[in-house]
């Protein structure tokens, strides 16, 4: 099946600052790509996602570019805010089966962001 | 928000005693999810759903088993708990599998002695 591999963290930024957070994938063929955000003492939610190549997810002023030949999705914002500390997933689309489960999302490992004042 | 809940939200429990976690939706979402999530490991796979009855194995399957008779409920059992399954558990639900969106519970905080 797929796999992913993102930037670990934790990533400690000042308010203003420009956020990257690299993900690149292995995959057979071209799968979704998914951000998902974890804010402290909750589940995950969407951010952004891209569906084929060079196409531009974009959220709350985070983007990601589908770069397939560079098999990377890497997250992006020009101005961090403090309300952006939080853990963020990359999450391609697996396109194998495992055990029958094509199709599901494989989660990276997650990078912890802490915006300062 | 969208609505699923998660039962209990905290449980201290010993090793060898079963537990059951519950994930309720009122989304009528086809699709459901559990996953645990460790420190260092991100979210994993345990099971999931696509449709009444019909589940499968994830990443991580060994010592757990789930159920489903109803569209709305999702329940996951540690048959005998062990110290190794202490983890934040997570249901997520999505109306269109892989490629959908997923939307998650609160998550339910599992801690086995």
């Known amino acids: 099946g797929n796999s992913v591999t993102q930037m670990e963290g934790p990533v400690t930024l000042s308010e203003e600052a420009f956020l990257t957070i690299n993900c690149t994938y292995t995959a057979t063929g071209y799968p979704s790509l998914f951000w998902y955000v974890q804010y402290p003492g909750e589940g995950l939610q969407l951010l952004l996602k891209a569906t084929k190549a060079d196409d531009k997810g974009s959220n709350k002023g985070f983007e990601a570019t589908y770069r397939k030949e560079t098999t990377s999705f890497h997250l992006e914002k020009g101005s961090v805010q403090v309300s952006d500390s939080a853990v963020y997933f990359c999450a391609p689309r697996d396109l194998l089966n495992y055990g029958g489960s094509q199709g599901n999302l494989i989660f990276g490992k997650g990078t912890k962001l802490s915006v300062k004042p | 928000d969208a609505g699923i809940t998660q039962s209990p939200r905290h449980k201290v429990t010993e090793t060898g005693t079963p537990v059951t976690l519950r994930c309720h939706q009122t989304e009528n979402h086809r699709y459901m999810y559990w996953y645990r999530q460790d420190p260092g490991h991100g979210l994993r796979l345990i099971h999931y759903s696509y449709g009444v009855k019909d589940t499968d194995k994830g990443e991580v399957s060994d010592g757990y088993s789930v159920s489903r008779s109803k569209t709305e409920d999702f329940l996951l059992t540690l048959e005998s708990a062990t110290s190794s399954q202490t983890s934040v558990y997570f249901c997520?639900?999505?109306?269109?599998?892989?490629?959908?969106?997923?939307?998650f519970g609160p998550g339910t905080r599992l801690t086995v002695l």
């Open positions: 997520a639900i999505s109306e269109s599998g892989g490629a959908g969106e997923q939307f």
